[in-house]
């Protein structure tokens, strides 16, 4: 595996794999890796014939008063995880590489409206410094494919909607979120979990579980479901940010065109902030009924 911080010297490397004919796939993290991040590493391989996987914490996310500072920084144990999963290249940019002339003077890319609702109305900013941030690593690695998880399905929302609006000749594939045995998806920041509170989290995911399955049942009173889910988790001693029953496909209230409802929600559990999501297809295809996803 060859590692650079140099964007010239990673994308000349790129340019000879690129002349052989071969496909390039990206993987784009902030490092402390887990679980979820080496399956989208293993996706990624499947997908291309060369995996190229970032490590960048990307200050421009980040709001005045979250944990740019505190974010765990892994590097050592990192780089020998990627090295076990066969990954080509790794680029791990510092923030003056991204940002020369600083994050103020910085172009910025934005997605409107999807990036304004849900984590983007407690998050003022923050999808704007994500797009920024994907838009320049997409312009530097040139990937042909790039795996997002679906955990973060807003951000891969906007991703997605940000790659068609600017005709990007990028794939973007989402995989699956990755689980712990009791429900709780994979997250860098669990870390930031005491015991105690690691033992109340996953109530978060049964949460949605039990919505999804109240709407599979015939159940259409969304607003009462929303609001009977943020109330438990409050009981529960989490601080909800939002428990949403959303279209999937554009973010916005269901009608009677959606295909397929998403139920997301974030929350905030001691010092860290829990995001979640599950999905429900309205299309039967089969006598068995609604396609749930996890």
Same mark, same amino acid.
């Given at each position: 595996m060859r590692t650079y911080a140099n964007i010239q010297q990673l994308q000349n490397a790129l340019r000879e794999r690129r002349s052989q004919g071969q496909r390039i796939a990206f993987v784009p993290? /902030?490092?402390?890796? @887990?679980?979820? @991040?080496?399956?989208?590493?293993?996706?990624?391989r499947q997908l291309a014939d060369v995996v190229v996987v970032s490590i960048f914490v990307n200050p421009l996310q980040f709001g005045p008063?979250?944990?740019? #500072?505190?974010? $765990?920084r892994t590097l050592a144990a990192d780089k020998e995880k990627l090295f076990a999963e066969g990954v080509q290249f790794l680029f791990t940019p510092e923030v003056s590489d991204i940002y020369p002339e600083g994050m103020h003077l910085h172009?910025?890319?934005?997605?409107?409206?999807?990036?304004?609702?849900?984590?983007?109305?407690?998050? $003022?900013? @923050? !999808?704007? &410094?994500?797009t920024t941030v994907v838009n320049k690593l997409f312009n530097i690695v040139q990937p042909d494919v790039a795996v997002f998880g679906e955990k973060?399905?807003?951000?891969?929302?906007?991703?997605?909607? /940000?790659?068609?609006?600017l005709c990007m000749p990028v794939e973007v594939e989402g995989v699956a979120t990755v689980r712990d045995a009791d429900g709780l998806a994979k997250s860098s920041r669990n870390g930031y979990l005491n015991d105690?509170?690691?033992?109340?989290? $996953?109530?978060?995911?049964?949460?949605?579980?039990?919505?999804?399955?109240?709407?599979?049942? &015939? !159940?259409?009173? !969304?607003?009462? %479901?929303?609001? @009977?889910? =943020?109330?438990?988790?409050?009981?529960a001693g989490f601080e909800p940010d939002y428990f949403a029953i959303r279209d999937a496909r554009t973010l916005r209230a269901v009608t009677e065109e959606t295909e397929?409802?998403?139920?997301? *929600? *974030? *929350?905030?559990?001691?010092?860290? =902030?829990?995001? #979640?999501?599950? =999905?429900?297809? %309205?299309? $039967?295809v089969s006598d068995w009924?609604?396609?749930?996803s996890p």
């Amino acid at each position: 595996m060859r590692t650079y911080a140099n964007i010239q010297q990673l994308q000349n490397a790129l340019r000879e794999r690129r002349s052989q004919g071969q496909r390039i796939a990206f993987v784009p993290t /902030m490092g402390n890796l @887990h679980n979820g @991040h080496i399956d989208l590493v293993r996706r990624a391989r499947q997908l291309a014939d060369v995996v190229v996987v970032s490590i960048f914490v990307n200050p421009l996310q980040f709001g005045p008063r979250e944990d740019l #500072d505190s974010y $765990p920084r892994t590097l050592a144990a990192d780089k020998e995880k990627l090295f076990a999963e066969g990954v080509q290249f790794l680029f791990t940019p510092e923030v003056s590489d991204i940002y020369p002339e600083g994050m103020h003077l910085h172009t910025q890319v934005q997605v409107p409206d999807l990036s304004e609702t849900l984590c983007g109305s407690s998050r $003022p900013g @923050h !999808f704007n &410094g994500v797009t920024t941030v994907v838009n320049k690593l997409f312009n530097i690695v040139q990937p042909d494919v790039a795996v997002f998880g679906e955990k973060d399905f807003q951000q891969l929302s906007i991703i997605r909607k /940000m790659v068609r609006d600017l005709c990007m000749p990028v794939e973007v594939e989402g995989v699956a979120t990755v689980r712990d045995a009791d429900g709780l998806a994979k997250s860098s920041r669990n870390g930031y979990l005491n015991d105690q509170e690691r033992r109340l989290a $996953p109530l978060i995911h049964e949460t949605l579980l039990s919505c999804r399955e109240a709407i599979a049942c &015939g !159940f259409d009173n !969304f607003l009462q %479901l929303e609001s @009977h889910a =943020r109330m438990q988790l409050l009981q529960a001693g989490f601080e909800p940010d939002y428990f949403a029953i959303r279209d999937a496909r554009t973010l916005r209230a269901v009608t009677e065109e959606t295909e397929e409802i998403a139920i997301l *929600a *974030a *929350a905030r559990l001691g010092r860290t =902030r829990l995001i #979640d999501n599950v =999905r429900l297809s %309205l299309n $039967p295809v089969s006598d068995w009924g609604m396609l749930a996803s996890p």
